[in-house]
């Protein structure tokens, strides 16, 4: 099976440019979440989705970040103008909540650099 | 609110050796889920191992165990026959049995890990 799918692998854009991160879930799981990783804060929730619908954005960190999910199969995460301080990993998580202890599986990621 | 704290940002371990991995966590619920990923260069998140609070048998998958100690909210990683693959950053994570916004994973800042050949 196909684990968690992440596009693109790297971006590397400029300042003031529109940013979109791609993650297509595990085939079957209904809960998707974002995670950012940086070197100050490490790894915190961003958002998380629930059978499309956005539960928690608590963690997005501004207006400038936006996700959707329009279907089960597809979520992105956009950032909107993108800054240097957005430079960081980006991943993508899908779970079935109720089977093997809720574990969380990841993407391999999206590294940003905003220069 | 919940936190994990790993207290050794870096360990080192000679090939086939064992070395254990901190962490302990702040909560005041009876049952969650704890999580040890493993973070090699690649950068991918993969998960190690996986412990209900609910069951005290502490778990095991091969050459890795933990040691879980609800009382202490201790939850450390043991690595037996250490490989030189084994070489990564350790994230121990913490989730809440309950669903809403509990169903986000809080990490630990991570212990890098080294293994000398």
């Known amino acids: 099976d196909a684990g968690v799918i992440q596009s693109p692998r790297h971006e590397v854009t400029e300042m003031g440019q529109e940013v979109t991160l791609r993650c297509k879930p595990i085939s079957g799981h209904n809960s998707l979440f974002w995670y950012r990783q940086t070197m100050m804060r490490g790894l915190e929730l961003l958002i998380y989705?629930?059978?499309?619908?956005?539960?928690?954005d608590s963690g997005m960190p501004e207006d400038r970040f936006s996700a959707k999910m329009p279907n089960a199969s597809f979520s992105t995460l956009k950032i909107q103008p993108s800054e240097p301080r957005d430079s960081a990993v980006y991943f993508c998580a899908s779970t079935l909540p109720g089977q093997l202890q809720e574990t969380q599986y990841f993407g391999p990621g999206t590294r940003l650099l905003v220069l | 609110a919940q936190t994990v704290t790993q207290s050794q940002p870096e360990m080192s371990v000679q090939e086939a050796e064992t070395v254990t991995l901190s962490c302990t966590y702040d909560t005041s619920e009876s049952d969650y889920y704890l999580f040890w990923y493993k973070q090699p260069p690649s950068r991918q998140m993969i998960l190690v191992i996986r412990q209900e609070a609910y069951k005290q048998q502490n778990a095991t998958e091969n050459r890795f165990s933990v040691n879980f100690q609800k009382a202490a909210k201790s939850f450390s990683l043991k690595i037996s026959d250490s490989q030189l693959g084994d070489a990564a950053m350790y994230f121990c994570?913490?989730?809440?049995?309950?669903?809403?916004?509990?169903?986000?994973?809080?990490f630990g800042k991570g212990t890098l890990l080294t293994v000398n050949p």
């Open positions: 989705f629930n059978n499309n619908v956005p539960i928690d």
């Open positions: 994570a913490y989730r809440s049995i309950w669903g809403g916004s509990n169903y986000k994973l809080t």
